[in-house]
């Protein structure tokens, strides 16, 4: 009689020990702690918890046509915790959007993901360089032309500025040009892999 009582604590106890060794390694958020969200694009959105340091990139299977629209969503998990889980859901106007992945992030990462609609983003690699594969929504100019360059681009000092190269070397060269010029939101992404990961972009040919 006492072994039939127990046993329904006992199956309770064992479901959230392997729950939680198989969520270990993921990174996880509360529902009801989220205190803010922004939608980057149709398939990824940030997420802030008062509970944690650093903020959640949460990126979806399917994309969402009206995720950044939304002024409101509602999270479906499986359990307590939302998790990288493909049951764990987003529902954008009734439509199940499955998270594929959660990502904690820093805060440099979020406000360049967050800021990456209105900024302008230019391969500063050479004219063979881009025409081999370039981010889509790039420009280009060479770094050694960005001086004489930029002002044909934008000439709003607060204007944010996203530069790539091969590896980031020469990037950096061109943020100390751009620095120097008066520009003060430049941001180096570094190679074309970084900033296309980054950024979740396509590359393509010229």
């Known amino acids: 009689m006492i072994l039939k009582r127990l046993l329904p604590i006992l199956l309770i106890f064992l479901l959230n020990n392997l729950w939680a060794e198989e969520n270990s390694s993921k990174d996880c958020f509360r529902v009801q702690d989220i205190s803010g969200w922004h939608a980057l694009d149709n398939k990824r959105l940030i997420v802030w918890s008062p509970t944690h340091s650093k903020p959640f990139l949460v990126t979806l299977m399917n994309r969402c046509p009206n995720l950044i629209f939304e002024q409101s969503l ?20 009734n439509m199940p959007c499955h998270i594929k992945s959660i990502e904690r992030i820093d805060k440099q990462k979020a406000d360049i993901l967050v800021s990456a609609k209105k900024a302008i983003v230019i391969d500063v690699r050479s004219l063979e360089e881009w025409q081999q594969g370039h981010l889509s929504n790039a420009i280009h100019i060479e770094w050694t032309d960005l001086e004489s360059k930029i002002g044909e681009v934008s000439s709003y000092k607060k204007q944010t500025i996203f530069l790539y190269c091969q590896s980031g070397n020469r990037s950096e060269k061109a943020l100390e040009i751009l620095k120097n010029l008066g520009y003060i939101k430049v941001i180096n992404l570094g190679g074309l892999s970084d900033a296309q990961e980054l950024l979740g972009v396509e590359v393509v040919k010229s």
């Not at 509602?74 to 987003?90: A, E, G, L, P, Q």
């Open 74 to 93: 509602v999270f479906k998990s499986t359990f307590s915790r939302t998790c990288s889980n493909s049951r764990d859901m987003i529902y954008a106007e």
